[in-house]
Structure formats: C-alpha cells, structure tokens
C-alpha cells in the first residue's frame, strides 16, 4: 500500500444497502472491508460479539493482528475512553459546526483523539493485510465529519502514514429505507434474543433527510464524495463497481469481475467487524431490487414519508410517483453522482 493508508467511507443512513455493497467490494483484489467500525469499540471490544468469519472478536486472527499492529493489543484500548469521546464528538447535531470550519481547541483535541483510533486501525489493516484499499462501512455521517478533521490534521509522529479518505455516499428510495426501518431484524451476533432498532417512518425519513444532507456537506469540505444510488447499484453492479473501485484508485479494467453474475454475486467469508446480519451471509446471493414498500408501506405512510423527503429525493432523481410501479426516472439507472470539492 506504500505511505498511504486509502479508506474508502461508506455513508448513509441505515437499511440503504451498504452492508451488501461492502460485501461485493470486499471480493476485489487489494481491497479489505472492515465493516462497521462505528460499532467495533461496543460490540466486539466490550461485548465479544462474532466477527464476519463466525468466531467471536477475541478468537479473530484478522483482528488480532490488526489490535497487535495498532496498540499492541485491544487491551491496552481503553473502551470507556473510547466510548466517553464518542458520546461527546460524534453527535449529528455538531455537524453543522464542523463543516463550518470553526471549533474551539479543547474540542479539536478530543475529536483527534477519537478518529485516532480509526486512523489507528485503518493503518494497521492496511500493513496486516497490504490492502490497496480499505473499506469502512460505519455509515454514520457525523463519524465522517470528525474522520475530515482527523486527516487534515499534521501527522503526529514521523514516519505515520497519512490516511487518504474517500466517501461512498450511498441513497436508497426514502420510502423503501421507511419500509426497511419498520421491519424486525434479529441480530445472531449478540447473546439471547436481539433485534435491531425499529423506527417510524416519520422517525426514518427525518433521518434520511438528516444524513444524507449531511454526506452532500461534507463533499463541500474538501473531501472527495462519490454519490450512488443502490436502486442503480442492483441494476447494474457491474458499472457500479467498477466506477466505485476507480474511484478508490483502484484500476479494475482488465478484471472479470468474475464474482458477479447476472443478478447474483458469490460471497466469502469477511471479517466485517459489526453490522447488519448480512454480513455472515456466503455464497450465492441474489442482486435484485426490492420494491416491497410499494405494497408493503401504507399509502399515508408513504405520502408522509415523500413530502418530508421530497427536496432530497428530487435532488437524488427519485421524482416518480410513489404509487407508480414503472415511473421511468426511477427505473433508468443514472450515473453515479461525483462531487468533488
Ligand atoms: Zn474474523
């Protein structure tokens, strides 16, 4: 990987599909997907949740090796810590004062001292594994906006390398994320019985509205931002992930991309650290869209859900009626939106 640790940040809000992009990026050569990192801190640290591959956090030789290369072993990780800075940097209602550019000293060194421990792990996966790219699929927006700051700031000790962060800003269809966030989803990581959260759809859609407002900000402070939407990604993966791992700097021109099929792609095993179930999932796994909310997601729900959204979902091309099954600006798969600062 050279001096630069490259990460290629996918953001969004949850139930947009990023768990499954990751796993299809993770099949690329050179490239190493750490799943939500957001997460690793609580559920694998502190709880020994299962990692990707099946085993519990602490029986992972991948992630092992990477807290040996990072901190000379995750005991020496103080989780409070950790988890007492993330209440206090990494809320979305600070994001407007971090994209504005000013923040005062004493809080400056806390958000450094909280990314530092991403930037710590993104080095440390980079030289375990010599992956040319590595793959964070955290999602959360305000994480990224703190990550932004991280990495303008000088190196700390020479010989460190810098940390190159992309963004993957992936959309999904408000009213299919409503949908999904209105399901139970039970987590088989976690001991007993575990769901994930549920939200109302007018919960979901202010959240949508929220983070994705949040990822079209941060392509305005200076760092890179490749915009897709996943309805284009099922459609035609291919593309997708072509322009994706270019954009990652990686050059996939001559590669098959053997992995993906029509309609399906082969999955192995990760080491995804935390996030949706989906990422235990191997084998043959279907790409198609899943357009259940049209029928699933009552119509007043939906007509709340498209008027609180409407402004986004325009600006992202989703302008068809929701009650219309073939509004041809929402069936046409659009080039991946590029914002670069
Ligand atoms: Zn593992």
Same mark, same amino acid.
């Given at each position: 990987m050279g001096k630069v640790a490259r990460v290629l940040f996918l953001g969004?809000?949850? +139930?947009?599909g990023t768990t499954l992009l990751e796993r299809v990026l993770g099949e690329l050569p050179g490239v190493c997907t750490l799943g939500e990192v957001v997460h690793l801190w609580q559920r694998?640290? +502190?709880?020994?949740e299962r990692c990707g591959c099946g085993t519990r956090f602490s029986g992972c030789a991948f992630w092992t090796a990477v807290g040996e290369e990072a901190f000379?072993?995750?005991? +020496?990780?103080d989780v409070d810590r950790v988890l007492a800075l993330q209440a206090a940097v990494e809320r979305t209602r600070h994001i407007p004062r971090l994209a504005g550019g000013l923040i005062a000293a004493g809080r400056l060194a806390r958000l450094t001292e909280y990314a530092g421990y991403y930037l710590a792990v993104y080095r440390a996966a980079a030289r375990v594994t010599g992956a040319r790219l590595l793959i964070d699929s955290s999602k959360h927006s305000a994480l990224a906006h703190c990550l932004r700051w991280a990495v303008a700031q000088p190196a700390g000790q020479p010989g460190v390398e810098p940390v190159d962060l992309r963004v993957a800003h992936v959309v999904r269809d408000a009213r299919g994320v409503a949908y999904s966030w209105t399901k139970t989803v039970a +987590?088989?990581?976690?001991?007993g019985v575990a769901v994930m959260t549920r939200y109302s759809p007018a919960r979901s859609a202010l959240l949508w509205n929220a983070h994705n407002a949040a990822f079209d900000l941060i392509s305005r402070c200076g760092v890179p931002v490749a915009r897709l939407r996943y309805e284009d990604f099922l459609a035609d993966p291919r593309r997708v992930v072509r322009e994706l791992a270019g954009f990652g700097g990686l050059d996939l021109s001559d590669d098959p991309l053997a992995f993906l099929g029509d309609g399906h792609v082969d999955l192995r095993p990760g080491h995804s650290a935390a996030g949706n179930p989906m990422r235990f999932t191997t084998g043959r796994v279907p790409l198609r869209r899943d357009d259940a909310w049209r029928a699933a997601l009552p119509p007043r729900q939906r007509r709340l859900v498209r008027a609180l959204c409407g402004p986004l979902l325009h600006r992202y091309g989703?302008?068809?009626?929701?009650?219309?099954?073939?509004a041809p600006t929402e069936e046409r798969p659009l080039p991946a939106g590029r914002d670069r600062p």
């Open positions: 969004g809000l949850g +139930r947009s694998d640290l +502190r709880d020994d000379g072993g995750w005991h +020496r990780v +987590r088989p990581e976690a001991e989703y302008t068809g009626s929701p009650s219309t099954r073939a």
